[in-house]
């Protein structure tokens, strides 16, 4: 079994920032990618970013800019920097792991951009 564990979501003020932490343990040899989606009340959930396992990395087109994606290989963790947060980025954020096909989630954080 593999386990995703997100850490740091909360309240921050538009234009603010914030950093995710999505720490993975178990049977985690050879993960192929790691990303972080989100999900809006009413959406679907949403790929925000991945970092693959030679290190290229991806973003869409909305947090370009803003977010980055850093992996630590020897801690097992991906971060998520988010600056200059807006209001639409509220949602609940979820860590992925890809690992030999299969497809693993954590528990999602929420972050909520308010003033």
């Known amino acids: 079994q593999v386990q995703l564990v997100e850490s740091g979501g909360g309240l921050v003020q538009p234009g603010g920032s914030l950093r995710l932490s999505c720490a993975a343990s178990?049977?985690?040899?050879?993960?192929?990618?790691m990303a972080w989606y989100r999900q809006a009340p009413g959406n679907e959930r949403e790929l925000i970013g991945r970092v693959f396992s030679d290190g290229a990395l991806y973003y869409t087109d909305s947090v370009k800019g803003r977010f980055t994606i850093s992996r630590d290989n020897a801690k097992n963790t991906v971060n998520l920097q988010m600056n200059s947060l807006k209001p639409e980025d509220t949602a609940v954020y979820y860590c992925?792991?890809?690992?030999?096909?299969?497809?693993?989630w954590g528990q999602g954080t929420q972050v909520t951009v308010s003033s």
């Open positions: 178990g049977r985690i040899s050879n993960i192929d990618s």
């Open positions: 992925h792991a890809l690992i030999r096909f299969s497809n693993y």
